[in-house]
């Protein structure tokens, strides 16, 4: 006559037996691509960096007049909430990649409306 916790002790014996049988690449789930440390890489071309930390009252003009001895700015865009108020960021994109790295150098925690801005690359949605 066997004792309850001796045929628990066979049971999961026999469970480790089991999952030492089957594959181990069947029950892992494919690597996912880890993402860059830096967001430079696989950007070259990409010419919008992301200004982070705006002041509510910073108005697109100030942000064009703040980047435009670093590069020609051809576009400024600043996401607003549902109400019309700033969302306390924008895009700003240059003519080319190496204007973009200039002005991250010079206005990376820079004072714009009485606060420092974060500049950095901007990556796309699905980065």
Do not use: Y
Not at 7 to 30: N, T
Not at 57 to 63: Q, S
Not at 106 to 121: E, K, S
């Amino acid at each position: 006559r066997s004792t309850p916790g001796a045929d628990a002790a066979a049971g999961a014996e026999e469970v480790s037996d089991a999952k030492a049988a089957a594959p181990k690449s069947a029950a892992r789930p494919p690597a996912k691509r880890p993402k860059p440390a830096s967001g430079v890489t696989g950007l070259r071309g990409r010419s919008r960096v992301i200004v982070r930390n705006l002041a509510w009252k910073v108005e697109e003009g100030a942000i064009r007049k703040l980047f435009a001895p670093h590069g020609r700015v051809t576009q400024v865009t600043m996401p607003r909430k549902d109400d019309g108020k700033s969302r306390g960021f924008a895009f700003v994109e240059l003519a080319s990649f190496e204007e973009c790295t200039d002005a991250i150098a010079a206005l990376n925690m820079t004072d714009l409306g009485g606060r420092p801005i974060a500049v950095d690359h901007a990556l796309g949605k699905d980065q």
